[in-house]
């Protein structure tokens, strides 16, 4: 690792898939560092050139979202010789852990704020690529923010913005499947409530992505 | 000595496998023969593979109840992969369990292939509740329980790794099936040539990875400024990488504490290493499934068939039509609930 002047790497806090967590200080702010650390499985080139080109998207994806007004943390530095992502700490609870110790109600309320918060990603043509319950954080407050950006995109097309809301409609499935029906709903209500008309089509091709899927059978499965 | 243990005849029937396996109720498997079609050119053709299933299934049932010291009348139970493989396939692994099963009157089971192969990894490998990496020719999927199914949480949104691996095997003049062959050139090279790398959240694509492949082969600089170890070396390197990604995802998504890897691909090497490195690092309990019960095999069907008997008993004749299609999320699990 090299050496940074003004960064205090304070303690891990978790150590994630692809990056390891540090709650540190940057001058006398509370920060969060991101470090895509060396994955050893793989070669050292591929290795280097997935971690960097992560690291540098990431950091843009935050900094240009975080202007449409999508709650996400900010952006402090990116280090590219050490792969860092310098952002603000927030702290909170995933949204995967929070979800079954909260009402109906709450849930709900929950869903369809982040239903309106990937409305206005995609109205302003961002694509998260990773939405899980896992990269959504919930606050104390009850603020959500959205992190992890890694393999987020640009893009105007309707298939990728269908393709993020199936990712989080699987994801809901697999992990969270005695809620899936309430929470999806109301995440897709959130969505067309600030899309607007322009969102059908996008709901519409969920549809078509899951029956291009694998061994997909026509009547749909109910749970 | 008379026997009091009760015995399944299990029978795998989806793709280039005619795997038939005797064993008893406790999951000791007796024996397991394999009958596996392998074409002098081309890949697969279901056709072809149906006309070899059909000339050799009673052989290879003979052969396999005579291995484990029995007689047809021994048998209690009959278990047959239901799906999903090849249409042709399935209809006559069914045809002749249907027959055997009215003829003798001996209990019949359908049962998923893919949850076949997790419920064999789970008895041979002692795992009790593994992140499952399955990795063959038909399939490449990262499923865990949850929510009382096996849940799929990545999987391939086009070709399986294996069908890639050997698709691109074929095309560089290699015998089916390539894969053995192109893990033994990747060993010979060090030279990575970029190729890419298409992971969208914890789902994968080949096809991309596999255009690219061959066109380094068709190009003109092949064998001047690489050569096919090269390529068969980066071919692996990413693919395998992009397979470990995932999985590593998955692991820290579900919080599982073992890893199993399985199917016909697991026997590479190179991949083994990979996915023995990610969960030594999130101090998960690592196992691969030996090469006789992760490729396809009747013993998987069997066990499976088993553990489905035990719970909700056997199928009416009416419920064992084949699915060629069907998602291994889309089967009940009583024996774990």
Redesign the interface.
């Known amino acids: 690792m090299n050496y940074n002047p003004v960064i205090d790497l304070g303690r891990i806090i978790y150590k994630?898939?692809?990056a390891t967590l540090y709650k540190g200080k940057w001058f006398d702010k509370e920060i969060l560092v991101k470090h895509r650390i060396p994955?050893?499985?793989?070669?050292e080139?591929?290795d280097k050139?997935?971690r960097r080109t992560r690291t540098i998207i990431e950091g843009k994806m935050l900094i240009s979202i975080k202007k449409c007004n999508v709650p996400v943390p900010q952006v402090f530095e990116v280090d590219l010789n050490n792969n860092w992502i310098i952002m603000k700490y927030i702290k909170g609870q995933k949204l995967?852990d929070l979800i079954g110790k909260i009402d109906k109600s709450k849930r709900k309320w929950y869903f369809e704020q982040i239903g309106k918060y990937i409305a206005f990603m995609h109205k302003n043509d961002f694509i998260h690529?990773?939405?899980?319950t896992?990269n959504i954080i919930i606050t104390k407050n009850k603020k959500i923010f959205f992190v992890d950006f890694g393999?987020s995109t640009k893009s105007t097309k309707t298939e990728d913005k269908s393709?993020d809301l199936h990712?989080i409609k699987?994801v809901l499935?697999?992990?969270?499947?005695?809620y899936f029906e309430e929470c999806f709903e109301s995440l897709i209500n959130g969505y067309k409530l600030e899309y607007g008309s322009q969102s059908d089509e996008i709901i519409d091709r969920i549809e078509t992505i899951e029956a291009?899927?694998?061994?997909?059978?026509k009547n749909k499965?109910k749970n | 000595m008379k026997l009091k243990r009760k015995i399944c005849l299990g029978i795998e029937c989806t793709a280039h496998t005619f795997g038939v396996s005797i064993l008893d109720f406790d999951g000791n498997v007796l024996s397991i023969v394999n009958d596996t079609y392998i074409p002098e050119t081309g890949g697969l053709h279901p056709r072809e593979v149906r006309e070899h299933h059909l000339e050799c299934f009673d052989k290879t049932i003979i052969m396999a109840i005579t291995q484990a010291n029995l007689s047809i009348k021994d048998i209690n139970l009959i278990a047959f992969s239901q799906g999903?493989g090849l249409g042709p396939v399935l209809r006559v692994g069914a045809l002749i369990v249907r027959f055997l099963s009215q003829k003798l009157k001996i209990p019949l089971v359908g049962v998923n292939h893919c949850i076949g192969h997790i419920e064999i990894g789970r008895l041979k490998c002692g795992v009790k509740d593994p992140l499952t990496l399955y990795v063959s020719g038909g399939?490449t999927i990262i499923s865990a329980f949850?929510?009382?199914?096996y849940?799929?949480?990545g999987?391939?949104?086009d070709i399986a790794v294996g069908n890639f691996i050997d698709s691109f095997a074929r095309d560089a003049g290699l015998q089916h099936p390539g894969g053995p062959k192109i893990e033994k050139l990747a060993q010979k090279s060090k030279k990575?040539i970029?190729l890419p790398?298409v992971?969208?959240?914890m789902d994968l694509s080949f096809t991309g990875l596999y255009t690219a492949a061959k066109n380094l082969f068709k190009s003109k600089d092949y064998n001047r400024k690489y050569n096919l170890s090269d390529i068969a070396y980066s071919l692996q390197?990413?693919a395998?990488?992009m397979l470990?990604?995932v999985t590593?995802?998955a692991?820290?998504?579900?919080n599982k504490t073992e890893v199993l890897l399985t199917g016909g691909v697991a026997a590479n090497k190179r991949l083994q290493?990979?996915i023995a490195?990610?969960s030594n690092e999130h101090n998960a309990k690592y196992k691969v499934v030996p090469l006789k019960y992760a490729g396809d095999n009747g013993a998987m069907i069997g066990w499976t068939g088993i553990l489905k008997y035990k719970e909700v008993g056997a199928d009416d004749i009416e419920d064992t039509m084949i699915n060629p299609?069907?998602?291994m999320?889309?089967v009940e699990i009583p024996w774990r609930s």
Do not use: C
């Open positions: 994630g898939a692809e994955k050893k499985y793989r070669i080139e591929l050139k997935l995967k690529g990773d939405l899980t896992s393999l393709v990712l699987r499935l697999s992990t969270h499947g005695q291009r899927g694998r061994y997909i059978e499965r | 999903p399939n949850e929510s009382e199914r849940q799929i949480f999987e391939t949104l990575y970029p790398y992971v969208k959240g390197e990413t395998f990488a470990t990604e590593e995802r692991l820290a998504h579900t290493e990979m490195y990610i299609k069907w998602r999320d889309n």
